[in-house]
């Protein structure tokens, strides 16, 4: 069974970190283009940063420099490493797998459950 499973969201202060965690099951991740996005309430799943099977990475300008994205292929799982969190990070953050290469999010086959990440004082 094919299957996608984040974890790591949580409470955090403004300026604070997480770690967020996408580990897959079924596949080998590294043959995937893995992106990871975000959906606030009453907003639109916007993409947040991916990771091409080749390496490369992309990042939304409104996390670039912030936000790191890697992938241990030993534990088949890839990571969101989020620093000097804002308000306006606060969202449902999901991963998602397609073939090769980064896309739109309506073009990923394979969707994790997400993990809530809110940023509060």
């Known amino acids: 069974q094919l299957q996608l499973v984040e974890s790591g969201g949580g409470l955090v202060q403004p300026g604070g970190s997480l770690r967020l965690s996408c580990a897959a099951s079924g596949f080998t991740l590294d043959l995937y283009a893995i992106g990871w996005f975000r959906q606030a309430p009453g907003k639109e799943r916007e993409g947040v940063s991916c990771i091409r099977s080749s390496g490369s990475t992309d990042y939304a300008a409104s996390v670039k420099g912030r936000f790191t994205i890697s992938r241990d292929n030993a534990k088949n799982t890839v990571y969101l490493q989020m620093n000097s969190l804002k308000p306006e990070d606060t969202a449902v953050y999901y991963c998602?797998?397609?073939?090769?290469?980064?896309?739109?999010?309506?073009?990923?086959?394979?969707w994790g459950q997400g993990t809530q990440v809110t940023v509060s004082s």
């Open positions: 998602a797998a397609r073939p090769t290469q980064c896309g739109n999010y309506l073009t990923y086959d394979l």
